[in-house]
């Protein structure tokens, strides 16, 4: 993507760690795009990727932040302010732990300590970043506010765990928080529902590489990757949707409207 839809836009996009994360390639998106921006993630991550390279790959500076924590986020705002010249035009959530998914623990037996804290970064840190940025009102007008989330928000997936409940408490935050942002601010909040996508985090999941081969089979135009994510989240920030809010956006390849493909089907059947 080439098209400078983002020229003069600036924002904060958090949670990039290797070139592996959908943040990082949306992060590559928007500055091809034309957009600046300052790259966001906690201490610890940002010690254990490579943000540096992609900071200098696109003329960024990085600040480290505990989404978690609202001195934080309203230190990050005013740097980010200052660093860019200005109020944000677009801001990425892409952030996602579970303590019980890295522990492999089941989900009937989660350990409660842990859910708490990945509830809280995974989809409470969504509404603290909002709040933090609507009371300073941080964002300028028709800006673009996006988290991304899973279809496991709406249906089952045995081994994605506590995540699921992470993610659909997001998406509800988007809604609520996004009816506030729009009246009071115009500025949008959205949600994107993503295909299973083999990032760091990803690969954290049991079954992983199940859930892949799976969803190719089920969505017709099969499953989208990271850069094609970024693209889309560039659609996103950019003035093209500006009366798109309160949507979770699934961007799977069709997989979340196709109840069973002819080649599951035959998979199926194959096996018999």
Known sequence: MK????????????GALDDQSIAWKTAESVA?????????????????GTINLLAEKTGSKVIAADATSIDNLNSLIDQSQEILGG???????????????????????????????????????????????????AMNSWGSIVALSYVAAQRTFPNYNDMADNKAYLESIARSFGYFFGKNKKVRVNTIS?????????????????????AEKMSPLGNATAKECADYTVSLFSDYTK???????????????????????DSLSNSE
Request: hydrophobic share 40%; with cysteine; net charge positive.
């Open 32 to 48: 091809d795009a034309g957009g600046k921006f300052v790259l966001t993630n906690a201490p610890v991550a940002l010690r254990m």
């Open 87 to 137: 109020n944000l035009d677009f801001v990425l959530h892409s952030i996602g732990m579970s303590v019980n998914v890295r522990k492999g623990k089941h989900y009937t037996d989660l350990n409660h300590d842990w859910m708490a804290k990945g509830w809280d970064v995974s989809a409470v840190s969504f509404h603290k970043l909002m709040q933090c940025l609507y009371k300073k009102d």
């Open 243 to 265: 009366k798109v809010t309160l949507q979770n956006l699934f961007h799977d390849g069709g997989f979340s409207n196709v109840g069973v493909s002819q080649e599951v089907i």
């Open 194 to 214: 993503q295909s299973p996508t083999l990032t760091t985090a990803g690969k954290g999941v049991q079954g992983l590489d199940g859930f892949l081969n799976y």
């Open 3 to 14: 098209h400078k839809i983002l020229e003069g836009k600036k924002g904060i996009i958090f």
